[in-house]
């Protein structure tokens, strides 16, 4: 399938696969599943190949995963937090509410740096940034030094390791299921802290 991808957007318009460079990071901020970062790294392989240009393709990126980054941190902006702490909106558990808020006070600005390094996650981070009000030009400078560091390493692993691209997406998932047990083990120390702190509190 990957091969196929890779076929298909080297015999395609240089705009076209520009387009797709700029909306597939995008995207992959709603749809976590979606293939955004084997793609960046299809794109690196592009860059080898002469296809397309190194500078745009890091821009292009990095701008699509900000803005839709943005557009879920200004969504926690907008998000009425006395529904929230009321209970009112039953997707947000109360305490989870609280937990993130307390998480982003003391390392808020390490999650937003790292962010995109963070896969499965990175949606709710850039909600929470915002449900937690983190001032608006620090988190747009960390988020945009995220992304831009995120997809130069892809678009870096695409250049030197391009013809193996389904050996990248394997080891990828490899990383994004380490990522998540360490941030499972993570949460649930937190969790527990929290609840074992609030009960003796």
């Known amino acids: ?27 992959e901020n709603f749809f976590p599943p979606s293939p955004s970062d084997v793609v960046v790294v299809i794109g690196g392989a592009l860059i080898a190949r002469g296809v397309v240009s190194f500078f745009p393709v890091l821009l292009l990126t990095a701008i699509g995963s900000e803005i839709g980054f943005l557009v879920l941190y200004y969504l926690g902006i907008q998000t009425d937090k006395k529904l929230l702490h009321a209970g009112k909106l039953k997707f ?25 390094f963070i896969s499965g996650v990175r949606s709710v981070i850039a909600y929470f940034a915002g449900v937690s009000n983190l001032p608006v030009k620090r988190t747009v400078i960390l988020s945009s030094i995220s992304s831009l560091m995120w997809h130069l390493l892809l ?35 937190v969790v527990v802290r929290y609840f074992v702190t609030k009960k003796a509190s």
């Open 1 to 27: 399938m990957l091969e196929t991808l890779f076929q298909y957007l080297q015999s395609s318009d240089a705009y076209l696969i520009y387009f797709a460079l700029l909306m597939f990071p995008f995207i």
């Open 92 to 116: 947000i558990n109360k305490d989870a509410l609280e937990l993130a808020e307390n998480w982003f006070r003391k390392y808020g600005y390490a999650i937003i740096l790292f962010n995109r």
């Open 155 to 189: 678009l870096l692993l695409g250049i030197f390791f391009g013809s193996h691209v389904e050996l990248i997406d394997h080891y990828m998932h490899i990383y994004g299921t380490l990522i998540a047990i360490v941030m499972g083990i993570i949460i649930t120390v």
